[in-house]
């Protein structure tokens, strides 16, 4: 089993918009049994709320169900549980190999460096602009999926 946690600073925009986005993308290929999937924040600012109502919208109009979760932040715990730990921006990553002892199994990863056109996914909380954010996640997770296929890890 694959185990992939998505990260984003609280844990309520981005993040659980990729954790359904994904869901959503490996149930529709049939390859749900293959993959642990979940989400949490690198700060503290918005632990035990659910996601963001612009991210609850923006799934509802994609018809992409949302995957229940209050926001969590990672712990060392979480780095020995997951195979793949995906920030949504190079402010993630470097907060996450701070927290995460400089990655030392090399685990920690930005969405859209899988991509061609590796960048960072802006924060709808503060651009209001869900639209462009799910375009963002549904390419990077596509290219994540690619990523898994050619390296052989899917069945």
């Known amino acids: 089993m694959i ?16 954790e359904s986005v994904f869901t ?5 290929r049939g390859l749900e049994a ?44 979480d780095y020995a549980r997951f195979d793949y730990i995906i920030g949504m921006d190079t402010w993630n990553i470097r907060n996450l190999n701070r927290m995460l002892k ?4 090399k685990k920690v990863h930005r969405l859209l460096d899988y991509g061609k056109n590796p960048r960072d996914i802006a924060d709808p909380w503060y651009t ?17 999926l690619d990523y898994l296929k050619i390296e052989g890890k899917l069945r």
């Open 24 to 28: 959503h993308m490996v149930k529709q």
């Open 34 to 77: 293959q993959f642990h999937i979940d989400s949490c924040a690198t700060s503290t600012e918005e632990i035990g709320n659910p996601p963001h109502r612009g991210t609850v919208k923006k799934l509802r109009e994609e018809n992409i169900p949302l995957v229940p979760h209050r926001a969590r932040q990672i712990t060392w715990s």
């Open 128 to 144: 209001g602009n869900f639209d462009v954010t799910y375009e963002d996640i549904c390419e990077g997770c596509e290219a994540f």
């Open 3 to 18: 185990k992939i946690l998505f990260i984003c600073h609280g844990n309520i925009c981005r993040s659980t918009m990729c």
């Open 102 to 105: 400089g990655d030392p199994e």
